[in-house]
């Protein structure tokens, strides 16, 4: 749990007992290959913290294709924000895909330490806008390159993911078949 408090104080000071409050209220959540913290058509009412592995951010297109719009790895916070704030239905998945080791808040803790610590809402203000830009940052500069230039792209950007990511997620995330990253992974190896 000092991995989630060690996060949180680069964003606030806290003292003992504040810690102590935190590490109290988070839970450790183990999701299998596979299994989904959060999904489209329900209301997420709980974030995550990536302690172990990844996740990945995914929704389904008109014609009933999986799009990987991004992977959240060690260190970072998953939730459907907008879902979360609004307490409206999710739009996307979000789906380990290996085993992965969360710690988990819900609503109601994250409204107890918001009346507790003071300016813990001012600390999850700054979070969340780190996570956006993250997040932004991402997907955004991908969009108008070339397949190839994507996934060099993302082999520079995210070393730290290229090679625990299974190939069709990071087709899907770099906007081409299975068949095709093959295609590129092997003009790149010539």
Not at 65 to 91: C, H, K, Q
Not at 117 to 136: E, H, P
Request: charged share 25%.
């Amino acid at each position: 749990m000092q991995q989630f408090v060690d996060y949180i104080l680069q964003f606030q000071s806290l003292n003992e007992q504040q810690v102590d409050l935190i590490k109290s209220n988070l839970r450790v959540q183990q999701l299998e290959k596979g299994a989904y913290f959060s999904e489209a058509g329900k209301i997420a009412r709980q974030i995550a913290f990536v302690k172990k592995r990844i996740l990945r951010v995914c929704y389904y297109n008109k014609e009933g294709e999986e799009i990987t719009r991004y992977f959240i790895d060690e260190n970072n916070f998953a939730v459907d924000l907008n879902s979360f704030n609004a307490g409206i239905p999710s739009s996307e998945y979000i789906q380990a895909i290996m085993p992965t080791e969360l710690y988990i808040l819900g609503i109601e803790q994250l409204k107890m330490l918001s009346n507790i610590i003071v300016d813990w809402d001012q600390t999850v203000y700054k979070i969340t806008n780190k996570a956006l830009l993250d997040k932004v940052n991402r997907i955004s500069p991908m969009m108008s390159e070339n397949a190839k230039t994507r996934y060099l792209t993302f082999f520079e950007r995210f070393p730290n993911l290229a090679n625990r990511i299974p190939l069709n997620y990071l087709a899907s995330y770099i906007g081409v078949t299975k068949h095709s990253l093959s295609r590129i992974r092997r003009e790149l190896s010539l």
